[in-house]
């Protein structure tokens, strides 16, 4: 019953912006823990961004001043806005939801960054 749906990934330019959504579905979403992950070939699944039920928000050094996270309670949406892009965060990006000690997986939305 649990389902989620990231969108919002596709080709850009370094430099570029791209805005990830995830909708979720058949979970409290407003008890639970949302984080980004991405994951490129050859490379290890990374935490990009977590926002838990409370606001309290972690980024990646990687990626400090560049992404921001947000959440829509009310829509049971989360964001990934993703300003000033660079190769190296080419990967499919993933939303994942935590729910006590249940953890829950979109299929991913792909993210190019190429000139």
């Known amino acids: 019953q649990v389902q989620l749906v990231e969108s919002g990934g596709g080709l850009v330019q370094p430099g570029g912006s791209l805005r990830l959504s995830c909708a979720a579905s058949g979970i409290s979403f407003s008890w639970s823990n949302i984080g980004w992950y991405r994951q490129a070939p050859g490379k290890q699944r990374e935490l990009v961004a977590r926002?838990?039920?409370?606001?309290?928000?972690y980024y990646v050094d990687s990626v400090k001043g560049r992404f921001t996270i947000s959440r829509d309670n009310a829509r049971n949406m989360v964001y990934l806005q993703m300003n000033g892009l660079k190769p190296e965060d080419t990967a499919v990006y993933y939303c994942n939801v935590e729910r006590l000690q249940s953890r829950f997986w979109g299929q991913g939305t792909q993210v190019t960054v190429s000139s």
């Open positions: 926002i838990t039920s409370g606001g309290n928000i």
